[in-house]
């Protein structure tokens, strides 16, 4: 039986293979469907009948059966059935590919033949058909389309192709499995249209996709550009000129092509960025006006040709425009304090750019002067930054700002000298956050006559740098200002509001606030001041201002009995150990143990209760020792506990019967904050401790300082740890030294002996940075961006031209042209010499 069930389906495969040769053995059956191939969810018939010279004996009472991939069909689908023919009807096909076998019911049932049967779908119709060219030497074109939805049957597509102005057609089959094509160079023009379409095909039909057209130049994606050169160009402000080409795998092509350009502006305070287009032949200058003065300026560029796809940015490069003078005005403001004598003022000068400032050059100083005309006599200062410092008679009105680069000097501006007084008109000022980076600022004021505006000022509070002081003014009928100037969450800021009058400045309103808070960083150092039998003085250190990260409202104190619950110390307020914040701080409870309390407390029996100091994140286990068993261990367990805080001078004096249980009596306990420099606690009113600190001598603190000024600059350049004796490290030695004498200028300015020699390290460092910049100009720059120095080239020098001036150079070069002309003729005669000297020579 099981070798002829292994005949049959040998049988049933070749029958289904369609392989049929003369020496096989003849088929019992013959199975024949409507079609091998039919549309999916269409209908399919199918016939089966065995032939009469069958080699295998079969009864022909027994009934045909159908089977599709192994599973019986029903009999309402069976049509026509007679001994040895069966026909049966399949209304719907759901599956791509299926066997339908005519089975024998026998015991066990014989398959005597079968058909394979797929089902599918027309192919989709080709869609988004795109070509690009590749310029490379190879110039090739791909073709490429997505195919749709798959068919569920074998689809081949082809590719074809006319060229209009040869009127050559093409045509490519493409691989299986694969939706693009490469067209090679020979089969397309570059500048001739072309028509391009795809057909897709499988047994059911086929479908053609839309009809493109196509430039093969067009359809070129370049690649990125180089840019060779940004260059200004002589006598031309604000102009750059752009030197690039392309790739050198496209340096062949020669049209007109379209070029977008990108220039940012780097290094400037002010936002300038240009982007435009314009069509040009490959390898030509691009040409950009209407820049800033003076600034760098980074460029990109992309190009294409008509409609082709833009290629990629090319790499960065940058150029500076031409020097210009300074023009616009600057915003100013200044803090005025005189001396005991009332002879002089000392003056600390603001100034920042305004909306029409342009500096137009790369290095800018500021020069404060007496005198409208510049020069070194009444010159009060020069600086790089935005701030100064200086002195002047108290008579003294005005003073005047310019500013100067490479190219020349501004215009100066007149800024007059505002003596404070001691009128407000500012009733109430507060703070508050506006965002993370941000503080708005409110003041209610009067409305004198004489009042011109107000100015806000902030500076933050971690630093005594005068370069971070930042400033806005703004007018009489503005009751609010948002300052977003470096405005920093976690960090403290002091905001005045001054009043402006016509002639002075009034006094201000100052107050301290944060963009936003948190926890402190750091818990109070909490340490035992005195301990007795009966009583503990408690102090710590207040928390340091970098730390804080928010306002400190308070601290609280508990304390707990050994082996008993935490006890919160209270006296109708609250005193708090750990910092409350408005974004209070989730800690744990850890331990704390500090060897240096032993000897401060006294010797207490171990068999005694011990007191447990918490203070934020930590425990201060203190160890003791009772002396007297039964009476001293009842008088410890209602042991007091006093608490000192040293930033505030409190001293507190408490009993346990005022003391509850801290998970019972935390959340009704009343707050109040322990501040100020004396505060009075029950009876008790103490200010705070007097520290007394050590001077040094004078001269060996500053010798310290520039000694360690020094070091620093020079590790921040010398080349190896072993360098003393380098260009870079003289720069260095030569900077401590001149801030050093800068510094000592600023307290006595009339010593004239140390700005003489302030005057001649300066020089000295110029002539070492002007070798440095000839021999390593890395080096060169590196020492200037590390130490902050600004190098400044010295313009050329014009002369002024005159008649005489233009008398003597006409004279002179009158005269070159003669001396030439006489020794040509000169020459001339001495070859003529020597020419009839050799035909002498040679007739002899």
């Not at 708005?440 to 971690?462: D, K, Q």
Request: aromatic share 8%.
């Amino acid at each position: 039986m099981v070798s002829t069930r292994l005949s049959l389906i040998v049988m049933l495969l070749a029958s289904v293979n369609g392989q049929r040769n003369d020496d096989d053995m003849q088929p019992c059956e013959v199975v024949k469907a409507s079609s091998s191939v039919v549309v999916l969810g269409s209908p399919v018939s199918a016939s089966c009948s065995i032939t009469e010279n069958c080699p295998i004996s079969i009864d022909p009472g027994l009934p045909l059966e159908w089977q599709l991939d192994g599973k019986t069909l029903p009999n309402n689908s069976v049509v026509n059935q007679t001994g040895r023919m069966s026909t049966v009807v399949i209304p719907n096909i759901n599956s791509t590919k299926f066997i339908l076998t005519c089975t024998v019911q026998t015991s066990p049932p014989q398959i005597v033949g079968g058909v394979l049967i797929r089902a599918g779908v027309l192919p989709s119709v080709p869609q988004n058909l795109h070509c690009q060219t590749n310029l490379t030497p190879s110039c090739t074109m791909l073709c490429s389309w997505d195919p749709g939805t798959d068919s569920h049957l074998p689809t081949m597509y082809s590719l074809h192709t006319y060229i209009r102005n040869s009127k050559k057609n093409y045509s490519y089959n493409v691989p299986p499995g694969q939706h693009h094509y490469t067209i090679p160079r020979s089969d397309f023009t570059l500048f001739f249209n072309m028509e391009i379409y795809v057909k897709a095909q499988n047994e059911l039909g086929q479908t053609t996709s839309e009809l493109i057209v196509v430039e093969p130049v067009s359809a070129a994606k370049f690649e990125s550009p180089e840019i060779l050169s940004i260059q200004p160009e002589s006598k031309k402000y604000g102009f750059l000129k752009i030197e690039w080409s392309l790739s050198s795998h496209e340096s062949w092509v020669r049209v007109v092509l379209n070029v977008q350009v990108q220039l940012k502006a780097v290094g400037s305070e002010r936002t300038d960025e240009h982007i435009f287009e314009k069509r040009v032949r490959s390898s030509k200058f691009i040409e950009k006006s209407r820049l800033l003065n003076g600034t760098r300026y980074v460029g990109q560029m992309r190009v294409r040709y008509q409609q082709s796809p833009w290629s990629e940015w090319s790499a960065s490069r940058s150029g500076v425009t031409l020097e210009s003078a300074p023009t616009g005005r600057l915003h100013s403001w200044m803090k005025v304090s005189r001396d005991h004598t009332h002879k002089q003022v000392s003056v600390h000068l603001f100034w920042k750019p305004s909306k029409q400032f342009h500096a137009n050059g790369q290095n800018v100083s500021y020069v404060v002067s007496r005198t409208r005309q510049p020069g070194e006599r009444g010159q009060l200062c020069a600086t790089a930054g935005r701030y100064c410092t200086f002195k002047v008679p108290a008579k003294v009105p005005k003073v005047y700002l310019s500013s100067v680069n490479a190219a020349g000097r501004s215009p100066p501006m007149d800024i007059r000298i505002y003596h404070n007084k001691d009128d407000t008109a500012i009733m109430e000022m507060t703070t508050e956050p506006y965002n993370d980076t941000s503080l708005i600022v409110r003041w209610s004021s009067l409305s004198p006559p004489s009042l011109l505006g107000f100015v806000v000022e902030w500076t933050p509070l971690l630093t005594t740098d005068l370069a971070y002081l930042q400033f806005q003014s703004t007018n009489k009928t503005q009751p609010s200002l948002i300052i977003s100037g470096s405005i920093e969450p976690y960090k403290p800021y002091g905001i005045s509001v001054y009043p402006r009058f016509k002639d002075g400045i009034g006094r201000p309103q100052t107050a301290n606030d944060y963009s936003r808070q948190k926890a402190p960083s750091k818990v109070p150092n909490l340490r035992i001041e005195r301990a007795s039998q009966f009583d503990v003085e408690l102090i710590w250190d207040e928390i340091p201002l970098a730390e804080r990260n928010g306002k400190i409202q308070g601290y609280k104190v508990f304390y707990r009995k050994e082996n008993g619950s935490l006890m919160l110390c209270k006296h109708g307020y609250k005193i708090c150990l750990c910092p409350i914040i408005p974004d209070p701080a989730n800690s744990s409870l850890k331990e704390w143990a500090a060897d240096s309390l032993e000897e401060i407390l006294p010797d207490f029996s171990s068999k005694g209760s011990s007191l447990v100091y918490l203070s934020h994140l930590s425990f201060l286990d203190l160890p003791t020792k009772i002396r007297k068993k039964k009476m001293m261990v009842a008088m410890f367990t209602n042991i007091a506990l006093r608490s000192v805080l040293r930033s505030s001078g409190c001293v507190l004096r408490e009993s346990s019967a005022v003391c509850s249980a801290l998970s019972a009596a935390a959340q009704t306990c009343s707050t109040t904050v322990l501040s100020g420099p004396n505060v009075k606690c029950g009876s008790f009113a103490v200010k705070p401790p007097v520290r007394h600190y050590a001077r040094a001598a004078k001269k060996s603190v500053t010798e310290r300082k520039v000694t360690a000024e020094k070091e620093l600059l020079i590790s921040k350049v010398q080349r190896n740890e072993n360098d003393r004796n380098s260009e870079e490290v003289r720069v260095a030695v030569l900077t401590a030294r001149i801030r050093n004498f800068q510094d000592h200028l600023q307290i006595h300015p009339k010593d004239k002996a140390n700005k003489r020699r302030m005057l001649m390290a300066i020089d000295k460092r110029k002539k070492v940075l002007r070798k440095l910049r000839l021999v390593r100009y890395d080096a060169f720059e590196k020492v200037c961006e590390q130490l902050g120095i600004t190098y400044t080239i010295l313009p050329e020098c014009h002369r002024r031209i005159t008649r005489r001036w233009l008398a003597k150079k006409a004279f002179c070069i009158k005269v070159f042209k003669e001396v030439q002309k006489q020794k040509a003729e000169e020459k001339m005669k001495m070859r003529q010499n020597k020419t009839t000297g050799d035909s002498t020579i040679a007739n002899v």
